[in-house]
């Protein structure tokens, strides 16, 4: 464990201290900003558009971050062949990935709670300016939706982290993960039309497309799964056992995406 | 006793798709023994780094057996023991050079107050101290280069494989980490290494293989060295007047002028009677050479014997 954490201390200082970071903390000041500075347009909406851009600030700031700068904190390693060094001490593979795994969490852990702390002050002026249209909102309700965003952003470093170990390029890792974050997101909504009565009139999907879409939906995440954006907006109760179950989710499919990945790089020859 | 054993070790990678395959590695074996200094060398793509990557286990060989104080590799815990050095090393950009051995130390089951003294030391030999705190990706090649080295040594391994430790090194940096493995090789640290200036190999390594197309083809060691050298010794003397030329001619093989001074060729054995000769004479010795092959011709001749 100990080797884990010193492999997740470096990760997590590589990608805190890489310049990128400072751009995706703008992009989202940039965001809180115009969200104040348009707010008022909204109206009686105003308390659902805040926490709504707020969230999704919040949202492409993680992805930005896991994406850009979360790859290379992995692949990188295998492409510039800084792996070799980090291997040849008594480090296992397996220690490496779920080192890297941990190292790249904290880095998110640390970059979104600096965000979320951001938004929460632009919901607090928001809520403060227009106190009458925030009736419905709820502190928690918000802080779990954005707890959330962080578990689905904690998934895709985990697909990042697989992808890492079964591709030797930084760039084909990048684009797998954008490919499963896009399948990950709409998935669940594919899957509920095709059980749809109104899929069941189409006769363009064919049982074997059907078949097909539903065998892929238990092996891209269900990304939606970690998404309150709507509850959080309309102050709607969540409850804990839903909370629990995407949780459960979230944590089970990235154990199963980190022990697949052990297996691979295990097996795997680094030339 | 074989600190590292390579029994008809084979490598052949796959580059892809309809590509031939690459024989990187064709039956090698040697044995490294405990305390010694054995170099590599090999014109590019020979198969020394793919050697190196079998022996630390970050690629397998498709035959053959590599074992690591008698033990197979997989069971060996090599990893503990030894410290590598890659040529070109990559590390971690944002880190700084203590970051990176706090990593170093901590991965080998160090305690900080080791780590720190140990650091300390080789960054002190290194002449790396005023630039612990600095990035890393602010470093200049050479400065890498004797990170890494910081990085491989921190553990105070009792093998230690180096992959071109030269590269990228001015002669200050050069002479910095010439002087390390000297100390190394005090100190009874086993110690294998790749390198292209071959004047380091030949004064560093007690056995040199040299590799070319996968194969080692020649192993030599000191006393393959001293017979690579040539019978005849070549003194640089003033100018001779006829008189001293008649006196020593009988006791020469050959006497040549040269710009300013002669060459006096003679049988190793005769030196000590014709210096003597020479001393009596009042003819200045201005210097020496030997026949002895270099490595370097050493090396040319075998790669052309086997192209």
Same mark, same amino acid.
């Given at each position: ?271 | ?8 070790? +084979? ?38 780094? +793919? ?65 720190? +003294? ?134 020469? +093989? ?54």
């Amino acid at each position: 464990m100990k080797k884990v954490l010193a492999l997740a201390l470096i990760t997590y200082r590589e990608g805190i201290r890489n310049r990128s970071v400072f751009g995706i903390v703008l992009f989202s000041l940039f965001i809180f900003g115009l969200n104040i500075a348009v707010a008022g347009f909204f109206m009686r909406d105003v308390g659902k558009v805040t926490v709504d851009m707020n969230l999704s600030a919040l949202s492409v700031a993680g992805l930005l971050l896991v994406f850009f700068v979360g790859v290379n904190l992995m692949a990188k390693d295998i492409d510039r062949k800084t792996i070799h060094l980090v291997l040849s001490k008594p480090i296992s593979r397996v220690e490496y990935i779920w080192g890297k795994y941990f190292g790249i969490l904290f880095f998110i852990l640390a970059s979104m709670a600096v965000l979320f702390v951001l938004s929460c002050f632009t919901v607090l002026l928001l809520k403060g300016m227009y106190a009458d249209y925030f009736g419905q909102f709820s502190w928690l309700v918000f802080s779990l939706a954005a707890f959330f965003v962080f578990v689905k952003v904690a998934v895709l470093a985990g697909i990042v982290v697989f992808f890492s170990s079964i591709t030797s390029n930084s760039f084909i890792t990048l684009v797998f993960s954008i490919c499963a974050f896009i399948v990950g997101v709409s998935i669940e909504e594919v899957v509920f039309y095709l059980r749809s009565a109104f899929a069941a009139q189409e006769a363009a999907i064919s049982g074997s497309l059907r078949s097909f879409i539903e065998a892929i939906s238990y092996f891209v995440p269900n990304l939606a799964a970690f998404d309150f954006k709507t509850e959080a907006a309309h102050g709607l109760p969540l409850a804990w056992d839903r909370l629990g179950l995407s949780l459960g989710y979230a944590a089970a499919y990235v154990v199963v995406l980190l022990l697949l990945a052990s297996f691979i790089f295990r097996r795997r020859e680094f030339n | 006793m074989a600190i590292i054993a390579l029994q008809k070790v +084979s490598k052949t990678y796959n580059p892809g798709l309809f590509k031939k395959k690459v024989l990187a590695v064709s039956e090698l074996s040697l044995e490294v023994t405990r305390g010694e200094v054995f170099g590599l060398i090999g014109p590019n793509g020979a198969g020394k780094s +793919s050697t190196i990557r079998m022996l630390l286990g970050l690629i397998r060989p498709d035959s053959g057996s590599i074992t690591f104080l008698d033990r197979p590799l997989e069971d060996a815990d090599i990893q503990s023991k030894i410290g590598y050095l890659p040529e070109n090393p990559y590390l971690y950009d944002h880190l700084t050079l203590e970051e990176l051995l706090a990593f170093s130390g901590r991965a080998s089951g160090l305690s900080s107050k080791e780590t720190s +003294s140990r650091g300390g030391e080789l960054m002190e030999k290194l002449a790396m101290t005023e630039v612990r705190k600095r990035p890393l990706r602010t470093f200049s090649k050479g400065m890498l280069q004797r990170a890494g080295i910081c990085f491989a040594l921190l553990h105070d391994p009792s093998v230690v494989i180096l992959d071109e430790p030269m590269s990228g090194l001015d002669p200050i940096g050069r002479k910095m980490v010439f002087d390390l493995v000297t100390d190394l090789k005090s100190q009874g640290k086993t110690i294998f290494f790749c390198s292209h200036i071959l004047t380091d190999v030949e004064r560093l390594c007690d056995r040199i293989g040299v590799m070319v197309g996968g194969r080692l083809i020649r192993i030599l060691d000191r006393d393959a060295f001293a017979e690579s050298s040539g019978p005849a010794l070549h003194l640089l003397v003033a100018p001779l007047s006829e008189d001293q030329r008649r006196t020593i001619e009988p006791l020469v +093989s050959d006497i040549a002028e040269e710009r300013d001074h002669h060459v006096v060729s003679l049988p190793t054995a005769a030196l000590a009677n014709v210096s003597e000769q020479l001393k009596t004479l009042g003819v200045e010795i201005r210097g020496s050479r030997s026949d002895r092959l270099s490595l370097e011709e050493i090396f040319m001749q075998a790669v052309e014997e086997n192209r």
